[in-house]
């Protein structure tokens, strides 16, 4: 089954720096790879994701980098703002082909530095 | 459009006793998934459904149970709590790509 490592656990930056949250997966048929944001006590909501037959998407601030071939995927957050601080969580799965299960990475806590 | 509705928000139980999480939603998917959320474990897949009457298990599927005999509901069904079962527990849904989530029952088993 499908196996998601994400990378790193914790994150500081200081307020106008980028922040790379990378994650790699182990089903060569997962094609379908989204990125969650959950604020303290707050549930997960979907902030990016990306397809198989795409390199990338931005989205303003937000960026996300797929390369199938090495079987990772990263997000990237540029000029950081205090409110981004939160709980970052990758996600890979196959919604089309009847793989059902999504799967999620173990998280990134993002603290931006004012 | 309520989205995601789970209940109870809060429960304390102690160990042994039994007790159901209730999810439903209204948007008419045909996913229905239950998570759990540990410090520095992330998102664990318990169970999930893709339809009333299909259910299947997850990472983590030991000591709950789940059925699915509508499209709105989705119970999960803790028959003898355990501490090892103290955590957050999320119902999700979804018709394709994006899940949503309900916003959580904190479960603590003394």
């Known amino acids: 089954g499908e196996n998601v490592e994400q990378h790193p656990s914790t994150l500081s930056v200081q307020e106008g720096d980028s922040a790379v949250i990378k994650c790699t997966y182990s089903d060569s048929a997962s094609n379908y790879f989204p990125w969650y944001k959950q604020e303290l006590g707050k549930r997960p909501q979907l902030i990016i994701d990306i397809r198989s037959n795409v390199g990338e998407k931005k989205d303003q601030r937000i960026a996300v980098t797929l390369n199938k071939t090495a079987k990772h995927f990263s997000l990237h957050i540029t000029e950081t703002q205090p409110e981004d601080s939160a709980v970052y969580f990758c996600?890979?799965?196959?919604?089309?082909?009847?793989?059902?299960?999504?799967?999620f990475g173990t998280g990134t806590r993002l603290k931006v530095l004012a | 459009n309520a989205g995601v509705t789970q209940t109870p928000k809060f429960q304390v139980l102690k160990t042994g006793q039994s007790m159901t999480l209730q999810c439903a939603q209204d948007?008419?998917?045909?996913?229905m998934s239950w998570y759990r959320q540990d410090p520095g474990m992330g998102l664990r897949l318990i169970h999930y459904?893709?339809?009333?009457?299909?259910?299947d298990q997850g990472e983590v599927p030991n000591g709950y149970n789940v059925s699915r005999s509508t499209t709105e509901d989705f119970p999960l069904r803790l028959l003898s709590a355990a501490p090892s079962q103290t955590s957050v527990y999320f119902c999700?849904?979804?018709?394709?790509?994006?899940?949503?989530f309900g916003e959580g029952s904190r479960l603590t088993v003394l």
């Open positions: 459904s893709v339809g009333a009457g299909i259910t």
């Open positions: 996600a890979a799965t196959s919604p089309f082909s009847g793989t059902y299960k999504y799967i």
């Open positions: 948007m008419n998917h045909e996913y």
């Open positions: 999700a849904s979804k018709n394709t790509g994006e899940l949503f």
